[in-house]
């Protein structure tokens, strides 16, 4: 996780009674005086308390969701993953 940027946070949530991760920041928003920061999400992690988790199943989950023809889900989880990489690349 060093790779990161020092901005990037892991937080854990709750969905619909599951736990599960996000990979955000955090950033000040309103007026000068009455600034608060908020966390803002990059990419839902789900299950995986880490990005090195996901990383390294996400390619598998995405070739499986193609075999069963699954198409949209395979398109969203690949766009997910691009998305992962490219955070923790640093870009």
Known sequence: MSEREPGYKIRNSMSRGTPSYQLGH???????????STFKVDVHLGLYASPEEALSTWP????????????????????????????????
């Open 26 to 36: 955090y950033e000040m928003i309103g007026d000068p005086g009455r600034r608060r």
């Open 60 to 91: 598998e989950e995405v070739r499986r969701l193609r075999e069963i023809g699954r198409e949209n889900a395979a398109n969203k989880l690949e766009a997910k993953l691009r998305t992962l990489r490219k955070l923790m690349k640093g870009e």
